[in-house]
């Protein structure tokens, strides 16, 4: 089955600086990658996602890149405020069968 | 429109006890997920629901866990009996098939403490 790893396991970063979450997986059939945002105690929610026939999607501060020959994908989040503060997970799919990684818990310090 | 429910929010019990927990999908989605989170890890799928059918239920520890869908809407989760190592926060998930594969919705979840 497949298998989704993450790194780093944390990461702090200052205001203003960029971040990146690397994750990599197994299945060459997976074709969809959705990354999630939980905050403390909060359910976690969809913030970006991208097929497998696009290389590269942005959305304002974020992107998401991904090499399917190398089978990884990562985020991107540039000038970053307090509130990206959360544990980010990335996903890997085929249909709607997903599996997550393990997670990235960022901190932006001020 | 209203998000998806879970019930209860929190539940302490002892070892080898039972539980059951409740999902309610938001109307209309046909894929329903139920998800364990232990502290510091990703959520990890236990069983899959299409409608009243069960797609993936690969990772569900049979021996003790059951799950049931069976008017197509909503779920119940048990555990019988639990374990220390069942402790984690249960989370529900529905999607459309209509929507982004990743555009699942998340209920609050249930935090279950084993003691």
């Known amino acids: 089955g497949e298998n989704v790893e993450q790194h780093p396991s944390t990461l702090s970063v200052q205001e203003g600086d960029s971040a990146v979450i690397k994750c990599t997986y197994s299945d060459s059939a997976s074709n969809y990658f959705p990354w999630y945002k939980q905050e403390l105690g909060k359910r976690p929610q969809l913030i970006i996602d991208?097929?497998?026939?696009?290389g590269e999607k942005k959305d304002q501060r974020i992107a998401v890149t991904l090499n399917k020959t190398a089978k990884h994908f990562s985020l991107h989040i540039t000038e970053t405020q307090p509130e990206d503060s959360a544990v980010y997970f990335c996903?890997?799919?085929?249909?709607?069968?997903?599996?997550f990684g393990p997670g990235t818990r960022l901190s932006v310090l001020p | 429109e209203a998000g998806v429910a879970q019930s209860p929010r929190y539940k302490i019990i002892e070892k080898r006890q039972s539980v059951a927990f409740w999902c309610n999908p938001i109307?209309?989605?046909?894929?329903l997920y139920w998800y364990q989170q232990i502290l510091g890890q990703g959520p990890k799928l236990l069983i899959q629901f299409q409608n009243n059918g069960v797609v993936d239920d690969s990772q569900l520890p049979k021996d003790r866990f059951s799950a049931e869908r069976l008017k197509g809407v909503d779920s119940t989760l048990k555990i019988q009996p639990a374990k220390l190592e069942d402790s984690a926060v249960y989370l529900c998930?529905?999607?459309?098939?209509?929507?982004?594969?990743?555009?699942?919705?998340f209920g609050p979840g249930t935090r279950l403490t084993v003691t």
């Open positions: 998930a529905s999607s459309s098939l209509g929507q982004r594969p990743g555009e699942q919705y």
């Open positions: 996903a890997a799919s085929y249909g709607q069968n997903f599996v």
């Open positions: 109307s209309g989605h046909a894929t």
């Open positions: 991208i097929r497998s026939n696009v």
